[in-house]
């Protein structure tokens, strides 16, 4: 299991499979609001003095259907 850190590598593992430009409003719409969720778990964390870790390479992969979701394009 990779061990990930850092907000920006988190991130950066969970928006890979979707292959997102990283310059697209899109992108940096979803990075904004994963790092202020992760940060601000991060600081529960800490506070409550409670370590976790997240295996990622167990998670299911799932499929994005967006015209199904009301794509805009």
């Not at 409550?48 to 394009?73: L, Q």
């Amino acid at each position: 299991m990779d061990k990930f850190d850092r907000p920006r590598e988190i991130i950066e593992f969970c928006l890979k499979p979707l292959n997102l430009p990283t310059s697209s409003e899109e992108y940096k719409e979803v990075y904004r609001r994963l790092e202020h969720v992760i940060k601000t778990y991060q600081l529960m964390i800490i506070k409550e003095k409670m370590p976790v870790a997240v295996d990622f390479s167990k998670m299911k992969t799932i499929t994005i259907n967006e015209a199904a979701h009301g794509d805009d394009g």
